[in-house]
C-alpha cells in the first residue's frame, strides 16, 4: 500500500510541475509551493533605451513608459509647417497686391473723371512763321478738358495739317499746362507762279522738300499784316524760281509736282560748297535749260540735275572754270559736263 500511495503522489506531483512553470504558483525545493501575484510589465523599447544610452542615461527605469519618433518624421513635420507658414505668408501678400491694385485703380478711376489738372495754360514752342495764336486755334483744346482726359493724339493731328508744321508733339505739363512743341519746315525757296497769263505772277513760298508752303501777299498791304514778318525775311534770303511754264496751280500744304520746279529745287539741294550761297535765283523753264544766275552775275546753264554725283561733278567743274578765269567769266555750261564751255565778258 505504501509504495503504492508514493508512486500516486509522484506522478500526481508530476502532473502539477506544467501548471506550476504556466501559472501563477511556483514551486520550490523544500516542496512547498508559494503564490505570488503577478504584475503586467510593458515590453522594454529598445529603441528608446538606446536614445537614452546614447546619452549616458543607462537603461530605462523599471515602469515607465517610454515613446520613439523617427527622425525622418520629425524632419517632414517642420517642412510640412514651413511650406503652411509660406503659404500664409503668399496668400497675405496676393490678397494685399490686389487690394492695392483695386485702391489704385478706383483712385485712378476718380481722379481722371475729376475736374482735377484742368488745362488752363496752352504754350507754343518752336514757332517763327506761325503764331501761337494760330497754333492754340488749331489745335482747338476743347474748354474745361484736363490733362488726363485730352485727346493728344487728334490735336497732333489737327496741328499737322498745316503746310508749316513739320512735326509736332503735344505735352502735358502738370499740374495746368498743354505744350505745343513744333518743328516748323523752312523756305527753301520761292516760286514766282504765273496767274492767268505770264505777264502776272504770285510768289510763293516752298519747302525744300517740295511742300506749297503759302503764298506770300505783297510787302504793306493788308493781307501782309496777319502773317508773321519772318516770311518776308527768309523770302529776302532764298533763292528765287522764275520762268515757271504757264499751268503750274500750287496748293497749300500740297507737294509740287512740276518737273522743272522739282528739278531747280534738286540742282540747288544737292550743291555741297560755298557754289549754294551764291546761287541767287533759277529759270525753270525747261528741265534741261534750267539756268542759274549767281550772285556776281554770271549765268550757268545746269541743265539736269541727274544724280547726286552728277550735280557734284558738274559743280567741281564750274569752282574750277571760276578759278583759273576769275573775274572774266559770264556764261558757263555745264549740260554736258564733260565738255564744259563757258563765254567771258
Known amino acids: 500500500m505504501?509504495?503504492?500511495?508514493?508512486?500516486?503522489?509522484?506522478?500526481?506531483?508530476?502532473?502539477?510541475?506544467?501548471?506550476?512553470?504556466?501559472?501563477?504558483?511556483?514551486?520550490?525545493?523544500?516542496?512547498r509551493n508559494q503564490s505570488r501575484p503577478q504584475r503586467s510589465?510593458?515590453?522594454?523599447?529598445?529603441?528608446?533605451?538606446r536614445s537614452r544610452q546614447g546619452k549616458g542615461y543607462g537603461a530605462p527605469a523599471s515602469g515607465r513608459q517610454v515613446t520613439s519618433v523617427r527622425i525622418g518624421d520629425i524632419g517632414q513635420a517642420e517642412r510640412a509647417q514651413r511650406a503652411q507658414r509660406t503659404y500664409r505668408r503668399y496668400i497675405i501678400r496676393v490678397v494685399a497686391v490686389i487690394a492695392l491694385i483695386g485702391a489704385l485703380f478706383v483712385g485712378g478711376v476718380t481722379v481722371y473723371n475729376s475736374n482735377l489738372f484742368t488745362i488752363t495754360n496752352v504754350q507754343v514752342t518752336g514757332v517763327e512763321h506761325l503764331?501761337?495764336?494760330?497754333?492754340?486755334?488749331?489745335?482747338?483744346?476743347?474748354?474745361?478738358?484736363?490733362?488726363l482726359r485730352v485727346d493728344a493724339g487728334g490735336i497732333q493731328q489737327r496741328l499737322l495739317r498745316d503746310a508749316w508744321v513739320k512735326e509736332a508733339?503735344?505735352?502735358?505739363?502738370?499740374?495746368?499746362?498743354?505744350?505745343?512743341?513744333?518743328?516748323?519746315?523752312?523756305?527753301?525757296?520761292?516760286?514766282?507762279?504765273?496767274?492767268?497769263?505770264?505777264q502776272n505772277t504770285e510768289d510763293w513760298a516752298i519747302a525744300s522738300d517740295g511742300t506749297w508752303l503759302m503764298a506770300i501777299p505783297e510787302a504793306g498791304s493788308e493781307a501782309s499784316k496777319t502773317i508773321s514778318q519772318n516770311v518776308?525775311?527768309?523770302?529776302a534770303e532764298v533763292l528765287h524760281i522764275s520762268d515757271v511754264p504757264l499751268g503750274v496751280s500750287p496748293e497749300v500744304g500740297a507737294h509740287c509736282t512740276d518737273a522743272n520746279v522739282v528739278n531747280a529745287l534738286d540742282i540747288v539741294n544737292g550743291l555741297t560748297t560755298d557754289l549754294a550761297d551764291q546761287v541767287k535765283s533759277v529759270k525753270a523753264t525747261e528741265t534741261a535749260s534750267t539756268v542759274l544766275t549767281l550772285e556776281n552775275g554770271i549765268e550757268i546753264a545746269f541743265g539736269?540735275?541727274?544724280?547726286?554725283?552728277?550735280?557734284?561733278?558738274?559743280?567741281?567743274?564750274?569752282?574750277?572754270?571760276?578759278?583759273?578765269?576769275?573775274g572774266t567769266i559770264s556764261y558757263i555750261n555745264v549740260r554736258v559736263v564733260d565738255r564744259p564751255t563757258w563765254r567771258s565778258l
Do not use: H
Open 131 to 147: 503764331t501761337a495764336t494760330e497754333m492754340t486755334e488749331l489745335a482747338s483744346v476743347p474748354a474745361g478738358t484736363t490733362l
Open 2 to 31: 505504501a509504495s503504492n500511495y508514493n508512486r500516486k503522489s509522484a506522478s500526481s506531483g508530476s502532473r502539477r510541475k506544467p501548471a506550476a512553470r504556466s501559472g501563477s504558483a511556483r514551486s520550490y525545493p523544500n516542496g
Open 232 to 235: 518776308y525775311e527768309d523770302a
Open 41 to 49: 510589465q510593458p515590453a522594454p523599447n529598445r529603441s528608446a533605451g
Open 304 to 326: 539736269e540735275a541727274g544724280t547726286t554725283e552728277e550735280i557734284r561733278t558738274k559743280e567741281r567743274v564750274i569752282l574750277k572754270l571760276m578759278e583759273e578765269n576769275p
Open 169 to 198: 508733339s503735344v505735352n502735358r505739363v502738370f499740374p495746368d499746362t498743354l505744350e505745343l512743341a513744333i518743328t516748323e519746315r523752312t523756305i527753301a525757296a520761292v516760286v514766282s507762279v504765273p496767274v492767268d497769263s505770264a
